[in-house]
């Protein structure tokens, strides 16, 4: 029998450990009966399924073999010369420390952490795909980490991987970036009993992940809940036409009532406002008849306004011609250039008015056409 420079040979006769051979030619071990060789790899790890207590008694063998105890409820990471080659489920196992340094990260399965001994660089390797879980948890997300259902933290953006086993492993994200709540067609009864639908929007960031999503049930219907009762609160004291005019006002009262309510859900809320008011449909007939009514009137009083503006004037101007009679000349030169333009001629008798003959020529023209 040959044993080559890289290998080890263990001689058992009838099962028990007799003694360790080391590299070269033994032509008398296989020929003596009941002896049988065990040639082992040094660059390998091999079970140990007899002979333990023995091997443990050989101090020669002992100098050169060292013992690997893998506990039932781990694996192990088998490194040669710093990379990973293989991975060990429970049980003894031997390995000869002469050709390559052999080296060993046992990972305790039953507490899913990963030792941060362990170079995060090696948890990628295809070969602990079935030793290993991932979770990914993006940038704009945080990450609530559970163990059985216990929770454990908050983890930042990254990769993270954790050891498969008896302990089940829950990563829940929450997302940190701006969010919005809507609420469309709300129908709610004013103080004059008028029911209108309002569409709100509110726009706010979760700045607590403990409290939003281990504190409630879920903070989305939380804020919608609160937004209704809010908007009810509110409405329910105005009256239609007081509704329609405080719009803003609605808007910094609802804001500040959401931010101390998204206080206790681990929220903030930026802004908030009234997107539409919605009236019933026979109430925009009337509203329509009301503003054209509106208009009319305003249309009528502008139209008094003038026409006593007008009279006023006229008024103004009698009695300026009558306390001034150079006046009251020019405003009869002014009325014959008028008439000028439109008659051929016109003829005067010495002696009377203008005004009187003027009259008088209307008058008799008047009496030529009947």
Known sequence: MHIKEHERGLVFQKGNYIRRVGPGSHPLLGWTPGVDVTILDTYKLFKISRGLNAFRADARLMEEMRLLDVPDNGIALHFTDGHLVDIFGPGIYGYWNVAVEHTFHIANLGSPRIDPTVD???????AL?????????????????????IYQGVVNPGAYYFWKGSVQVTLTTVDMRQLQVD??????LTSDRVSVRINFVGQYRITDPEKAALQTKSYEEQLYVSLQLILREYVGTLTLDDLLLKKEEINEFVLSRLKAKGASLGVEFSQAGVKDIILPGDFKEIMNLVLIAERKAQANLVTRREEIASTRSLLNTARLMDENPTLYRLKELEFVERMAEKVGSVSLSPGTGLLEQLNGLIAARKADSK
């Open 120 to 126: 995060p660089k090696i948890l990628s390797n295809p």
């Open 129 to 149: 795909r079935d030793y290993l879980q991932r979770f990914q948890v993006d940038a704009h997300q945080k990450g609530l980490l559970f163990f059985d259902g």
């Open 183 to 188: 609420m469309t067609g709300q129908e709610i």
